[in-house]
């Protein structure tokens, strides 16, 4: 058995994803220190409107769960008021912030005030909030650099499916020239349903009861979710330098049930297609969020549903494909979960 280390842990967001996280290292907290060496304890879990837990202590994310379990009738999640993140991590004394907040309208500030604040007092950082790296991403990795600490991001573009850490490990020496990618699956849903014969509201309160859909779902409808996605991927594998308000986006909003039929009857789908290339030998890196019609001939025809894929284009390897099947808030959980251990591992 490893030497075990425990790693002291700051969530910060208990929604649906940072709730599967504790579930899923609770289900697994053997398995992580018998095959890992790695112990988790949260030293301080976050919500916006449900109460804060400050343990410096210590609980295991049974504890966490059992915690929050027994104040599930009351209007708090945990013991304490909530507080302000940054506050409650400074107070923690965590090595590990795990920032799981929603995407915010102001490009993910606060998340960036998260992360800035974790990686200022020797901790490392793991996001599945995209805001950071699409809006930030040089800066935050330079402060990450400048303090010795990690900066990790696996599930901010496709849930727990790996892409950055696949490209990073395991095409050495290729550069991104650009991808093609289906990044939303509410967008897949309403469209989908829509081609059924479903109305555009009726389809969008499917997807928000089944819990694919934004917070605010306009981020998805009208594309800046999946905008914030494209300047994610491509300013950390193009070096992008780029912002969601970079990328033009189509909306969904005023697709009507006929388009969505018509090209059914003539055997293609339409899909909100997210696209980044680069403009030249070290020219700039140009995105679009826009609604196309695909054949059957096109990879990701298939991509519907909860469905997320992309390909991704190489000099060296030439096109690679990475799907996910059930883009779902454990998957989301997952990522943070194998972020975690890349960081005790030093991968």
């Known amino acids: 058995m490893p030497e075990l280390v425990t790693r002291r842990v700051c969530l910060l967001g208990f929604g649906k994803v940072g709730r599967r996280l504790c579930e899923l290292v609770a289900r697994n907290d053997d398995e992580l220190a018998a095959r890992h060496g790695l112990r988790l304890r949260f030293v301080a879990i976050g919500t916006a409107g449900h109460g804060s837990l400050l343990a410096p202590a210590g609980v295991s994310a049974a504890e966490a769960l059992e ?7 009351e209007r708090r999640a945990f013991p ?4 302000p993140g940054v506050d409650l991590l400074l107070a923690s ?3 590990v912030l795990v920032e799981a907040t929603p995407l915010d309208p102001q490009g993910g500030r606060l998340a960036i005030a998260h992360l800035e604040a974790a990686l200022g007092h020797d901790a490392d950082a793991i996001t599945v909030n995209k805001g950071p790296i699409a809006w930030d991403y040089r800066r935050l990795a330079a402060l990450a650099a400048a303090h010795r600490r990690r900066l990790l991001f696996e599930g901010a573009v496709m849930d727990g499916c790996p892409v950055f850490s696949l490209f990073r490990s395991c095409l050495p020496d290729c550069r991104l020239l650009g991808f093609e990618a289906v990044f939303n699956s509410t967008t897949n849903f309403i469209l989908d349903a829509m081609g059924e014969g479903g109305g555009f509201a009726a389809a969008l309160a499917q997807v928000q009861a089944a819990g694919y859909a934004e917070a605010d779902p306009a981020h998805d409808i009208d594309g800046h979710d999946a905008a ?18 970079d ?9 009507t049930a006929e388009r969505v039929s018509a090209a059914r ?24 969020v826009r609604l196309a019609e695909l054949g059957p001939e096109h990879p990701l025809f298939s991509a519907g549903g909860s469905t997320l894929s992309v390909l991704l284009r190489t000099d060296l390897m030439g096109t690679v494909q990475i799907a996910e099947h059930g883009a779902l808030p454990e998957q989301t959980a997952y990522g943070i979960y194998s972020d975690l251990i890349a960081l005790h591992e030093g991968r």
Do not use: F, H, W, Y
């Open 228 to 245: 914030a996605k494209i300047a994610a991927l491509a300013n950390v594998l193009m070096d992008a330098g780029m912002t969601p308000d």
């Open 265 to 288: 009857r003539a055997g293609r789908r339409l899909r909100v297609l997210c696209t980044a290339q680069r403009n030249g030998a070290g020219g700039p890196v140009r995105g679009a």
């Open 67 to 73: 915690l929050a379990a027994d104040r599930e009738s």
């Open 80 to 83: 304490e008021p909530a507080r």
């Open 247 to 255: 990328v033009p986006k189509d909306s969904i909003r005023d697709v």
């Open 93 to 95: 004394g965590a090595d």
